[in-house]
């Protein structure tokens, strides 16, 4: 089955600063990449997601980039503000599964 | 957000006692799924199910029981809560399988003393 590492399990930065939390999966078969954001005591909510068929997606400060050929995946954020701090989960499903297989999390914390 | 709810949000229970956490989505996705977050393992899934009466083990799901007699519910009970049990439970569904994405219940917080 899928198995999908993530680092940095935490991550601290300044105000201002961009943060990068990367994954890699093992199933080449992968086609679907979301990425989940939990604030503390919240749920878990999608703030991006990238399809194999897309090298890079943006949307303001987000921007996840896929690279097949490595099979891995990353977020980028730039211009961090207090309220990004949360842990983040990536994902990845394979085309023919309902299942995604998720990220054990990074815990990003921005210091104003 | 609001389409998926749990209840209880916040259950305490002793060791040995039956205790079932409620999902209820009003999308009508057909899809449904059950997650256990502990501190260090991420989300680990449970069960799942693709339609009604249509279960499947996940991850981790000794221990627990899932029913789903209606598309909009989808119940887990714990047949004999342990202290191994208590963790941050959340529910999620999305409309099909492949690559659409899932939306979280609220979370229900259980404590087995």
């Known amino acids: 089955g899928e198995n999908v590492e993530q680092h940095p399990s935490t991550l601290s930065v300044q105000e201002g600063d961009s943060a990068v939390i990367k994954c890699t999966y093992s199933?080449?078969?992968?086609?679907?990449f979301p990425w989940y954001k939990q604030e503390l005591g919240k749920r878990p909510q999608l703030i991006i997601d990238?399809?194999?068929?897309?090298g890079e997606k943006k949307d303001q400060r987000i921007a996840v980039t896929l690279n097949k050929t490595a099979k891995h995946f990353s977020l980028h954020i730039t211009e961090t503000q207090p309220e990004d701090s949360a842990v983040y989960f990536c994902?990845?499903?394979?085309?023919?599964?309902?299942?995604?297989?998720f990220g054990r999390g990074t815990s990003l914390i921005v210091h104003p | 957000d609001a389409g998926i709810t749990q209840s209880p949000r916040y259950k305490i229970t002793e060791t040995g006692r039956q205790v079932t956490l409620m999902c209820h989505q009003t999308?009508?996705?057909?899809?449904m799924f059950w997650y256990r977050q502990d501190l260090g393992h991420g989300l680990r899934l449970i069960y799942y199910s693709a339609a009604a009466d249509i279960t499947d083990k996940g991850e981790v799901p000794d221990g627990y029981v899932v029913s789903r007699s209606k598309t909009e519910n989808f119940p887990l009970t714990l047949e004999s809560a342990t202290r191994s049990q208590t963790s941050v439970y959340f529910c999620?569904?999305?409309?099909?399988?492949?690559?659409?994405?899932?939306?979280f219940g609220p979370g229900t917080r259980l404590t087995v003393l």
């Open positions: 990238i399809r194999s068929n897309v």
């Open positions: 999620a569904s999305s409309v099909t399988g492949s690559t659409d994405t899932q939306y």
């Open positions: 994902a990845a499903k394979e085309g023919g599964s309902y299942i995604p297989t």
């Open positions: 999308w009508s996705h057909s899809y």
């Open positions: 199933d080449s078969a992968s086609n679907y």
